[in-house]
């Protein structure tokens, strides 16, 4: 039997469940918990596959899960695929990539400046380069010099020809828009077990974005 957000036991009974919704409704983005409805765990929505955990209906305000009560980013994932506005060619990227980081900001208890997808509408490399500066405390020269400084090897660079040593320089494949959305998503990813890369993501979301026009 569906039942609507609000009157699922697990919903209103574990906190962290509210805390998630409150993150991603910063900026007032999701619908009311009231209009959204959960489908029950069985049967599964036709034709979905054994691997699929969760799935969303955004025009109709409908998700399901297979689990009840799914795990956090599971619930996170299919949230974010509720806020309207976002980049249709990103639309995965959106729930996939930031879902961990809405749960880390949920288990501190940290109300976003902004919400948590604006981080993709950050297209410069050189505000986020400042913005590792001022966290980190050290004066990176750039991407490359700061990956390396961590070990990570971002799909966007690669080694460097002509150098003595292992250095890495950026791929000219990749624009600047797409080297930002990678760059936050290593940060998404990392920022469970390094702190710098989420006060990182938090900074990036202290930044005058315009008003949403997000409806």
């Known amino acids: 039997m569906k039942m609507r957000l609000c009157e699922i036991d697990w919903f209103n009974e574990d906190p962290m469940y509210r805390r998630i919704y409150d993150v991603l409704n910063t900026e007032n983005m999701l619908p009311n918990p009231c209009d959204i409805t959960v489908l029950p765990p069985e049967p599964p929505p036709p034709g979905t596959r054994p691997s699929v955990y969760g799935m969303c209906w955004p025009f109709e305000k409908t998700i399901w899960f297979r689990a009840w009560p799914p795990p956090y980013t599971d619930f996170a994932h299919e949230l974010i695929h509720l806020i309207p506005g976002k980049d249709v060619e990103l639309e995965e990227i959106y729930a996939y990539n930031l879902s961990t980081f809405v749960v880390v900001l949920a288990e501190k208890g940290v109300k976003p400046p902004a919400n948590p997808v604006r981080l993709f509408d950050i297209h410069s490399i050189n505000t986020i380069m400042d913005t590792i500066r001022e966290v980190y405390k050290y004066p990176f020269k750039d991407l490359a010099d700061f ?21 890495l320089e950026p791929d000219p494949a990749y624009n600047e828009k797409t080297i930002a959305l990678i760059t936050i998503s290593e940060f998404a990813a990392g920022c469970e077990y390094d702190e710098l890369q989420f006060r990182v993501l938090l900074k990036l979301l202290d930044a005058p974005f315009p008003s949403s026009q997000r409806a």
Do not use: E, H, R, T
């Open 147 to 167: 990956f390396m400084w961590i070990g990570v090897i971002p799909s966007f660079l690669k080694p460097k020809a002509g150098v003595d040593g292992f250095a």
